[in-house]
């Protein structure tokens, strides 16, 4: 493969889709509002200034993960699966943006076949990088996200408790 | 969440650039026969690379292109900055983009954002921590290492 120009959607290659963005938002979102109740996708849509039919189609992905359990009716809704403090990060990322690397597998020639320096940069830089990125993901959980926000939004876990 | 290869290849360029610089200034026909690049696609990358003040060009006959300074003083983070622009994950959090702070009500106080803040520092911290001459370094001796190989043929 030889580029000859620098093409248009390469611009934002480096960002997560927004299916990642939304989907670990709305997470968040179930996290912080749910406390073991379902919530519906409407009440997420609202709050977090998501279209409802977006979100049906990353709730779809997060329920065949086994991340969340929907129930159908007049009181259904999501629910998270697991504790939030069960959940890394990472995992809900990988779910809705598959493996996670700053390179493309198509993209990279097969390892007995690349050259030396591509060999050294892939060792050397997108491996660290690769590293680094899961790692750090999964040192997070959703718990640690929703407490954040509880935080900056002013609310009170307790009251769930009462 | 992927490098373009507008990177990929602009980093490769430049070890192989300065691989070749102790002989002096390399030319773009060169590096794109070893890299197996297209000239115009190398000189795309290099005009945005010497603009960015990290090669320079000397004209002529003799001319090409030369590291404007010692790869120890490259990072990876240099090159990636200059050709992919912040590594940010999500959009609002590239430096440039003060518009998001006018469209996300949610800007100065999100916690998804501060998250994605950490993943673009996490990146950053490992481009910035890995310099050209780590990766001359790595190929000298994968390239010594080959030739030793073959002696033993």
Known sequence: MK?????REEVDKLKFSTKGRYGLRAMIDLAVYSNGEYVTLASIAERQGISTNYLEQVFSALRKSGLVK????????????????????????????????????DDENLAGNESCIRNCIRINVWEKMNNSLNELVDSVTLEDLAEDYRKRNGIDNSMYYI | MKISTKGRYGLEAIVDLAIHSSEGRVNLKSIAERCEMSEAYILQIFLVLRRAGIVDSIRGAQGGYVLSRDPSQITVGDILTVLEGPLAPVPCIAEKSKRAKTT????????????????????????????IEDLVKCYNSSFSQSIDLEYYI
Do not use: H
Request: with cysteine; net charge negative; hydrophobic share 35%.
């Open chain 1, 3 to 7: 580029p000859i120009g620098f093409a």
């Open chain 1, 70 to 105: 929907s129930a159908k009716g007049a009181q259904g809704g999501y629910v998270l699966s697991e504790s939030p403090s069960d959940i890394k990060v990472g995992r809900i990322l990988r779910v809705l943006e598959g493996p996670l690397s700053v390179t493309d597998e």
């Open chain 2, 104 to 131: 996300c009500n949610r800007f100065d106080n999100c916690t998804a954002r501060n998250f994605w803040e950490s993943v673009m520092n996490t990146l950053s911290e490992v481009a910035n921590s890995i310099t």
